[in-house]
Structures are given as C-alpha cells and as structure tokens.
C-alpha cells in the first residue's frame, strides 16, 4: 500500500494528464475524422518540437522558482539573426550551433540582471523580453525575411523533413534535448543544486551550493532552448517573423505549469512538461480542425492559463 500510495503521489499529475490527453484525441477524433490520421499525427509531431523545447528550459526556470517570460523574444530575435546569417554565406551546421550560442548569450543576461542586479526575475525577463523584441523589430523593420533559395531546401529538410514519411527530424530533435535535460537534471550535481535552491535558497546557501552560479545556469539553460527553437522554427517554415510567439507568449509556460512544475520551485518532471505540451498542442490542432475562430481560441487558451495556475494553487504552489 506505501508503495501504492508513494507512485501514486509522485505521478498523479502524468496519470492525469494522461487521461485528459486520451478523452481529447477522442472527442476531436468523434468531431473531425481527420484528426486521428496518420497525416495529422506527423502535422503534430511537426508542430510540437519548438514549444515542447522551449517547455524544457522554463521547467528549469520554473524549478528554480524563476519565471522566464522572455523565451519566445529570444526565439524571434535568434530565428532573425539566422536568416541574417543565411544571406551573409553562414553554413545551415554553423547556423544551427550559433544560434543555441545566441541563446545562451541572452539567458546569461537574463541571469545576471537576476542574480547580481536583484531584479526579481519575471520583471527582469518582461522587460529584456521586450528589449530583444523591439531588436527584431528594428533588425526586419517589421517585415517578414526569408532564407536565400539556395539555402532554402536544407533548412525545409530539417524543419519539415521525415523518416520513414512519419518521423519528423524535429521530433528527433527535441527527442535528444529531454534526454539530455533529464541527465543533467537527475544525473548530475549541478541539477540537485536546481531543486536545492527552488525549494529552499537559503537553506541551499547554508549548504555551500553556489545558488548565484545555479541560477544563472538556469537562465542559460533556458535561452539556449529558445535559441534551438528560433532555429527549428525557421527551418520550418524557411522565413521568420518580427512577431513571432507574440500571440502565444503563455502556451510554454502553461503547458508547464499544467505539466505539474510548481510555480514556487523545487518540484517538477519532464515527463510531466511534455505531457502538457502534448496537451495544449491537440488541443490546438483539434480547435483548428474543427473550423473554431482564431478569437475564441484566443480565449480557450487563456482558460487553459487559468485553470494550470489554479491547478498549480491546488497543489500548495499559488499566491498567500
């Protein structure tokens, strides 16, 4: 019964989620005969990897107790840098290292205006956000840029390429960046530093971990997951735009949050994150199927944000 008791505890919220997933693919596949084919499965797999890295970085972020809002201003101004360095003769290799380079470039200042300067992390992250923002802005003068054609058909190959016609080389991707954000968080001294000093700074610093060095590695960790996703994004769909993810700024974060990451720290899985990215993604790609108007999707994910924060308050983690 302990034992029972005890799996039951650590993975009720994938249990969950798990059922909600399965009673989704249902009612959308019930309403639109479409929805469980092989050929919207793989628009899916296509459509996931970019949020579903991103997810990972906040679930660091998140873990340390430190709310990360400016990810998708990461990723607009890395994917525009990329089509800069398209046009300038860049290799698509060297593109895709550069821009994770990028990334870690702008977690770090993230970082240090949260650890050294104080600037309680998510007005820190808000306002570098809108600073990279209005960069790309200036960068594309609002305009949409494209990658050089003769670039063009490697960046499709990997955005929008297959194995086999079902295995997206994206889902491939992220694939490798979970496995590698599980090690680094399960496996290795710097990740028990993370859920040390989410759960308890203090206590961590009387320990003697380094809760400055640990924060800012979490800062890095999360740019560089945005850098990855401006690139995949772009590979994609061979052109970027000045406003990318300015619509969706909260499906990461929600995604996360209904993945059971608690919004005060110390706790959280990645099983759970992508589960949750899974679940706003059909939800989504169901409310698109089935002709729902952009507005009142507006307002389903926004319902969604709700209901995972409020989720999160269940849990012990909400405001006091």
């Known amino acids: 019964m302990k034992t029972l008791s005890r799996f039951n505890r650590n993975w009720s919220t994938q249990i969950s989620l798990g059922g909600a997933l399965i009673l989704l693919i249902i009612v959308f596949s019930v309403m639109n005969q479409f929805f469980f084919s092989v050929k919207n499965l793989v628009n899916i797999g296509h459509y996931l990897p970019p949020l579903a890295i991103m997810a990972a970085g906040c679930t660091v972020a998140l873990i340390l107790g430190a709310l990360d809002v400016s990810q998708y201003s990461i990723c607009a101004l890395v994917g525009t840098l990329c089509v800069l360095m398209d046009r300038s003769g860049v290799p698509i290799w060297a593109a ?7 990334g870690v470039i702008l977690g770090s200042v993230n970082g240090f205006v ?3 300067l104080g600037i309680n992390p998510i007005i820190a992250t808000l306002a570098s956000g809108m600073i990279m923002r209005g960069f790309t802005y200036m960068v594309t003068e609002g305009k949409t840029l494209s990658v050089t054609k003769e670039s063009g058909a490697a960046y499709l190959a990997i955005g929008r ?4 016609g079902v295995i997206p ?3 491939l991707i992220m694939i490798g960046v979970y496995i590698i954000m ?3 968080l399960r496996h290795t001294k710097f990740g028990r530093n993370i859920f040390s000093v989410g759960g308890n700074s203090q206590a961590a610093f009387l320990a003697g971990v380094n809760v400055r060095a640990t924060r800012l590695g979490g800062f890095i960790l999360c740019g560089a997951t945005a850098g990855l996703a401006g690139f995949l994004i772009l590979a994609q769909i061979g052109a970027f735009q000045p406003n990318t993810g300015e619509a969706t700024l909260m499906d990461v974060i929600a995604a996360v949050i209904l993945g059971g990451v ?7 899985k990645l099983s759970g994150t992508i589960l949750g990215v899974l679940t706003l993604t059909i939800i989504q790609n169901g409310m698109n199927l089935i002709g729902i108007q952009t507005f009142y999707q507006m307002i389903v994910r926004g319902a969604v944000v709700l ?3 409020y989720i999160d308050v269940i849990r012990g983690g909400g405001y006091r």
């Open 114 to 116: 949260v650890t050294v």
């Open 307 to 309: 209901v995972a924060v």
């Open 96 to 102: 895709l290292i550069l821009s994770v380079c990028f």
């Open 262 to 268: 608690s919004l005060s720290g110390g706790k959280g």
């Open 169 to 171: 080389h994206t889902l």
């Open 182 to 184: 599980y090690i680094v």
């Open 161 to 164: 390429g297959t194995i086999g």
